[in-house]
Nanobody, 122 residues
Framework: QVQVVESGGGLVQAGGSLRVSCAAS????????MGWYRQAPGKQRELVAL???????NYEDSVKGRFTISRDNSKNTVDLQMNSLKPDDTAIYYCNAKGVTVTLPPRNFEVWGQGTLVTVSP
């Protein structure tokens, strides 16, 4: 069974920085994509950034140039460095991991963390 646990987040003033981290654990799995999603009050969950095991990244347009996603494949961890934060970035940030079990037969999986709150004050 694969689990992901987030850490970081908190309260920061607009223009400030925060870092959220996520660690995935599980046996006999190969994690392909790790990413961060967020959900603001009254809004749908949206992709913020994701990174593949090969290092390819994808960012939501509004965070490009401000957020940076990085990954340590050896530790199955993913970090999201958030700079120049805006009040609109306020949301619960969720870690997501997708991959396949190294079993016979192999099975795809997708897991979510519990979320960590990021609040950006004006």
């Amino acid at each position: 069974q694969v689990q992901v646990v987030e850490s970081g987040g908190g309260l920061v003033q607009a223009g400030g920085s925060l870092r959220v981290s996520c660690a995935a654990s599980g046996r006999a799995v190969s994690i392909n994509t790790m990413g961060w999603y967020r959900q603001a009050p009254g809004k749908q969950r949206e992709l913020v950034a994701l990174i593949t095991s090969g290092g390819s990244t994808n960012y939501e347009d509004s965070v490009k140039g401000r957020f940076t996603i990085s990954r340590d494949n050896s530790k199955n961890t993913v970090d999201l460095q958030m700079n120049s934060l805006k009040p609109d970035d306020t949301a619960i940030y969720y870690c997501n991991a997708k991959g396949v079990t190294v079993t016979l037969p192999p099975r795809n999986f997708e897991v979510w963390g519990q979320g960590t709150l990021v609040t950006v004050s004006p």
